[in-house]
């Protein structure tokens, strides 16, 4: 499989080692997150949660892409920890017993904390430039405007699961940036992006 890229990438004209390692490693990314996203929708579907699963990932995965959060080392561990908390979002949390417009106080306050820190990077996952630092800023921005209004949007159908499961997925991912900012801070690594 490696050889046949390496020749794809060759015939198509890239030659840069760099950009080819890069290009095998967006390879690998899409091939492993498609796989969990496979093993998850059929979990979520023997459940009779497959709708819930498929508007949590579409609100999560933009979310995820552009806001940074924390990082695993195993690809092992980053299934169960996706695992965790896709089934906290879809299945566990939506059980407490919280009032309907508590929910809305919940996202208010979980997609602040997405608008204010984001993005949060990892030494996983670097930031190198600020040219990248405000892309990713703009886009997590954006995309934390755009999912906070779908899943409102969902609530206002009537579609009330949807609604609940896309306010704890947002919760968590925002937790997940607090962590992850103060496991940067501890590590003597903010956010800052030298010019």
């Known amino acids: ?6 020749k794809f990438l060759f015939d198509i004209g890239i030659t840069d080692r760099l950009t080819i390692i890069k290009v095998k490693y967006g390879i690998e990314i899409v091939r492993t997150e498609f796989s969990k996203a496979i093993v ?24 995820r892409c552009f806001t940074g959060g924390m990082h695993l080392q195993t690809k092992f561990g980053c299934f169960l920890f996706s695992f965790v908390i ?12 919280i009032a309907p417009f508590i929910y809305y106080l919940i996202l208010l306050y979980s997609s602040t904390i997405i ?31 755009l999912c906070t209004g779908l899943v409102v949007g ?30 940067n801070m501890k590590g003597g690594k903010t956010n800052e992006i030298s010019s």
Do not use: C, N
């Open 40 to 63: 998850f929708m059929i979990f979520f579907a023997l459940f009779g949660k497959l709708p819930a699963f498929l508007f949590t990932l579409v609100v999560l995965a933009p979310l």
């Open 1 to 6: 499989m490696e050889k046949a890229i390496d």
């Open 86 to 97: 896709l089934l906290s979002a879809i299945m566990l949390l939506p059980h407490l017993p």
């Open 154 to 183: 969902v609530s206002l159908t009537g579609l009330s699961e949807l609604f609940i499961s896309g306010t704890w997925i947002i919760t968590i991912q925002a937790i997940q940036l607090v962590i992850a900012k103060i496991i």
């Open 115 to 145: 608008f204010l820190l984001s993005p949060v990077f990892t030494k996983k996952r670097p930031v190198k430039t600020k040219e990248r630092y405000l892309y990713l800023r703009k886009k997590s921005v954006l995309f934390s405007f």
